[in-house]
């Protein structure tokens, strides 16, 4: 019988159990809870889940609080970590929970893609000399042993957000810009962030490919831009873009696509909706697909200008969820003298 699986993604905003935090950790499990159980993830990618230190070692320990009495209590995890001891970072971890085993697991920064250099134009005082831009958040890319002996793998990326960058001497304070050419320049340097990101992970996309050209693959997460943007088609590596046909099998194709326009939105800016959360599947993956949904209905306005912003125990970011059915066992997708090179083996699409 064939496997359902439900890959998820969801940025939980800054989840943490500060005291000075508000709305407080306490306020926000009986809101993010339910959130979680209806998105009923085999494989679930979260973002933003900040560290809490405990016996001089940090730790996610507000994840495992709101994960307590759910079915993802007891699920495989990864995280994003530093240093020899393994920490996690104090903001902003990448994790990924899985049903089922996480084989292997790393994490990537600056090891495909090396940080380019850039001297400030507008900074007071002036600076002397290029320096490099570096991207803080790594990319965490999980290997999972799927039922039938398939392998899948989970990329979770947080790429830089639309928020300029810091120019020394062109801040008022943190919401305020002394110069429109500063405030344009702290935007410059945030695209080139996060466009390095996505170089980055097309890079290690197309290494897995180089490796199995018919892999199972989803990156899944925040990429703070529209599937039409030049971060995201730089990870999917669209025909049109690329020219090249023989490239096709590298493409990777957006899930939530398959969402009618009008509710296809996971973040709202000014009242306007955004789709800036993503799971990209590959061609083989696609195979597998039956639909995509993002859980936007209770999603809150975020960023009116001149406005106090109001802190919501919900996050400012829908889940997105995409669901698949999993043939029994592996599909030999390699072409043959019998079939056409894309068809199904043995598959009994009845059972669908």
Not at 71 to 91: I, Q
Request: with cysteine; charged share 25%; proline share 5%.
């Amino acid at each position: 019988m064939a496997t359902k699986l439900r890959i998820a993604t969801f940025n939980m905003l800054n989840l943490d159990d500060r005291r000075d935090r508000i709305p407080s950790l306490e306020e926000r499990i009986p809101i993010l809870r339910p959130q979680l159980i209806r998105l009923n993830a085999d494989i679930l990618c979260l973002q933003e889940v900040c560290g809490q230190k405990e016996h001089g070692q940090m730790r996610l320990l507000a994840l495992n609080k709101l994960l307590e009495c759910t079915p993802y209590e007891g699920f495989h995890r990864v995280y994003t970590t530093f240093g020899s001891r393994g920490d996690a970072y104090e903001n902003r971890n990448l994790v990924v929970l899985s049903r089922y085993e996480i084989v292997e697991y790393h994490q990537y920064t600056h090891l495909f893609a090396p940080a380019p250099k850039y001297q400030k134009v507008t900074a007071g005082p002036k600076e002397l000399g290029a320096k490099e831009i570096t991207w803080e958040r790594p990319i965490l890319h999980a290997k999972i042993k799927l039922p039938g002996g398939l392998i899948l793998d989970v990329i979770n990326l947080h790429l830089k957000s639309r928020k300029p960058s810091n120019i020394s001497g062109q801040r008022i304070n943190d919401t305020a810009w002394r110069t429109a050419s500063g405030w344009a320049e702290g935007v410059f340097i945030s695209s080139m962030k996060r466009i390095g990101q996505a170089l980055e992970t097309r890079m290690l996309v197309d290494g897995l490919f180089d490796k199995d050209l018919y892999a199972l693959i989803a990156v899944c997460g925040d990429f703070n831009e529209e599937f039409d943007e030049v971060a995201l088609e730089a990870i999917r590596g669209d025909i049109e873009n690329t020219g090249n046909l023989d490239l096709a099998m590298r493409v990777l194709v957006p899930a939530e696509r398959n969402v009618p326009g009008p509710a296809r939105y996971s973040f709202l800016h000014n009242g306007k909706g955004k789709m800036l959360d993503h799971i990209l599947i590959s061609r083989t993956l696609l195979a597998y697909f039956t639909g995509s949904q993002v859980h936007n209905e209770l999603l809150h306005g975020e960023s009116t200008v001149f406005t106090q912003r109001i802190f919501y125990p919900e996050s400012d970011h829908a889940p997105v969820v995409a669901e698949f059915y999993l043939p029994e066992s592996k599909i030999k997708w390699s072409p043959t003298n019998s079939c056409p090179r894309y068809m199904c083996h043995g598959i009994d699409r009845g059972r669908y």
